[in-house]
């Protein structure tokens, strides 16, 4: 796994030790390395997934921007609120930027997926700024698992932790 990429708060909190394999204390193999498929499809996962990065050009950037300005517009958020689905203008663009996406080889081709994914990106780039800038504690779960001793959460659930961090 290419760490490069990275954003560099969360560059070390990267885990793939399992990639080269694991050999126990007594030197024998527990884990097989990784092959060439494997180690690309950990990259892309990470690429997309952890750093909210995709594949694009300028055409799909133009395509998924179109997306986004139709899916926000207040008659096509009512309409889909009153009928629970999208109207044909949203769906098309939203068609249009899949199609493109999945062309271009991501994983999460999906505009809807890609959207979360790229807003939870920026959330977790903001508290790690602001947080930092503050001098605060990271408050985000992501956070707490990385930053703290596994073994004092042994029996705590993500509720407990939010309202730890809201106190």
Not at 58 to 85: C, D, H, Q, W, Y
């Amino acid at each position: 796994m290419r760490k490069k990429g990275a954003r560099v708060h969360r560059q070390d909190f990267i885990e793939s030790s399992y990639v080269h394999g694991i050999i126990n204390v007594h030197g024998e193999q527990v884990i097989r390395p990784l092959n060439l498929e494997e180690r690309q499809f950990l990259d892309n996962y990470y690429k997309e997934f952890v750093h909210g990065t995709f594949v694009t050009d300028k055409e799909s950037t133009m395509l998924f921007k179109i997306a986004k300005r139709v899916s926000k517009k207040p008659e096509n958020v009512k309409f889909f609120e009153e009928n629970g689905f999208h109207p044909e203008e949203v769906e098309q663009a939203v068609n249009a930027f899949n199609q493109k996406s999945k062309a271009l080889g991501n994983m999460a081709c999906d505009f809807w997926q890609q959207r979360d994914i790229n807003s939870d990106d920026y959330k977790r780039r903001f508290d790690i700024q602001n947080n930092a800038s503050k001098g605060l504690q990271l408050e985000s779960f992501e956070d707490i698992q990385y930053m703290s001793n596994v073994d004092d959460f042994v029996d705590t659930i993500i509720e407990d932790l939010i309202t730890e961090s809201e106190e």
